[in-house]
Structure formats: structure tokens, C-alpha cells
Nanobody, 124 residues
Framework: DVQLVESGGGSVQAGGSLRLSCAVS????????MGWVRQAPGKEREGVAA????????YYADSVKGRFTISQDNAKNTVYLQMNSLKPEDSAMYYC??????????????????WGQGTQVTVS
């Protein structure tokens, strides 16, 4: 079974940083798309960032460009989201997601077919 397990969420003051991790298992981690999606209470899910694991191409929502960085460690089958200069509006449940049968299609919010359980980020 495909499993995406997030970690690294927490509470931080505005201007601070957090790094989220997503450990991937259950499928061949290559030439596919991995990303992060967030959802705040009462709001729709919002794509944050995506990465093509084959070439390392990255894509970001305008709201996080210049502040967030998505990266990968292929040896560990792990994807990261480094979040800097955090704002209260970044508070949300953050989900790791995967497109296991395709790339990102040039989008920061592709049609993911697998999701993690989420990790909470709170910025005050």
C-alpha cells in the first residue's frame, strides 16, 4: 500500500520557520509528482508546492513563492517543505500528496491520487 507520513508541524510565531517532512513508501519513488496541500478551517484545500521527482522541477503557489521551498531526498524517499517567514494566514493542516502515475504537469496543484493524514501548522 502507498503510504505518505507527514511530520514536523507545530506552533510558531509569525516570522518563524518550520520544516515539514513526508516519508513515502509503497511504490517506486521516481518520475512522479510529490507535493504539499493545505487546508484552513472553513476554507478550500489549496495547493502549496509540487516537485517532479525525476528532474527536480518545482512549482509554487504565488502565496508562498520566495518563502517556502520543496525538496527531496531520493535516498530516503522523503519530501520536505521548508517554510520561512511564516504568516498567520499560513496556519492550516498541511497534507503531503502524490501523483504516482504521472508528473506534475507544470502545476503546483496537480491531480493527486494519494494523500497523507496531515500535520497541523499554527502561526500566531
Amino acid at each position: 500500500d502507498v503510504q505518505l507520513v507527514e511530520s514536523g508541524g507545530g506552533s510558531v510565531q509569525a516570522g518563524g520557520s518550520l520544516r515539514l517532512s513526508c516519508a513515502v513508501s509503497g511504490y517506486t519513488y521516481s518520475n512522479n509528482c510529490m507535493g504539499w496541500v493545505r487546508q484552513a478551517p472553513g476554507k478550500e484545500r489549496e495547493g502549496v508546492a509540487a516537485l517532479f521527482t525525476g528532474g527536480g522541477n518545482t512549482y509554487y503557489a504565488d502565496s508562498v513563492k520566495g518563502r517556502f521551498t520543496i525538496s527531496q531526498d531520493n535516498a530516503k524517499n522523503t519530501v520536505y517543505l521548508q517554510m520561512n517567514s511564516l504568516k498567520p494566514e499560513d496556519s492550516a493542516m498541511y497534507y503531503c500528496a502524490a501523483v504516482t502515475n504521472n508528473g506534475c504537469g507544470g502545476s503546483w496543484y496537480p491531480s493527486y491520487n494519494y494523500w497523507g493524514q496531515g500535520t497541523q501548522v499554527t502561526v500566531s
